[in-house]
Every structure is written in structure tokens, then in C-alpha cells.
């Protein structure tokens, strides 16, 4: 039994260290904004000019917090001749490695929880 505990505490310390950049990113309260911005669009994405008026932002702004969304891998683009479109995308970002991560630490807190 304590051998599997301490499997799955390396795993949370390998997630850590592996959503870091990607946490530091959602922590902050403006790209929190922009994510929504994202969620309510479409999953064929949106221009940083739609985000911009959506959030209430100016374009550089969004621009720059864009960037480090997507250098965390928390957002996806793709690009249409001249014109980038930005997008949540389970597959090829973050999301899911941050989901397996939070699901591993609540099933570490149940384990212990349960343990007279």
C-alpha cells in the first residue's frame, strides 16, 4: 500500500513540474478573462480583435497574454493566410495533462480521507 502512495506522489511532483508554466498562466486574472472569452466562442477559434471587444481589452494586451497562454500550452492557433485564430483544444494543449494531474491529487485525498 505505501509503495503505491509513493508511486503516485512522484507522479503529482512529475505533474507539477509539467503543468507549471501552464498554471502560472491560468493564474492570472486577465487571461482568466480571455479563456472564458474562448470557452463562449467557437472551437474553430477567434481573433485577437473578437477577443479584444469580448473582454473589454485592448488588442495589444490581448495579444501579449495570448502568447504566454500559448507558449504554457494552454491555448492552441492556427493560421488562415494572414489572420491567426485562437482556440481551446483538449488534444493539442494542456488541458488534459492539468485534468489527469488534479484528478491524481483528488484521489490521493480520498485515499488518505478514507484511512482510519
Known amino acids: 500500500m505505501e509503495r503505491e502512495c509513493e508511486k503516485r506522489l512522484k507522479k503529482i511532483v512529475e505533474g507539477f513540474q509539467e503543468c507549471r508554466n501552464a498554471f502560472t498562466a491560468i493564474g492570472d486574472e486577465t487571461r482568466q478573462l480571455i479563456l472564458l472569452v474562448l470557452l463562449e466562442s ?21 495579444s501579449h497574454h495570448l502568447q504566454i497562454l500559448k507558449e504554457s500550452g494552454i491555448v492552441a492557433m492556427r493560421r488562415e493566410g494572414t489572420k491567426n485564430y485562437y482556440y481551446l483544444s483538449a488534444d493539442e494543449t494542456q488541458w488534459k495533462e492539468i485534468a489527469g494531474l488534479t484528478g491524481l491529487i483528488y484521489k490521493s485525498i480520498q485515499h488518505i480521507s478514507s484511512q482510519p
Do not use: F, N
Open 42 to 62: 467557437d472551437l474553430s477559434g477567434i481573433r485577437v480583435g473578437e477577443i479584444a471587444q469580448k473582454a473589454h481589452l485592448t488588442r495589444p494586451s490581448v
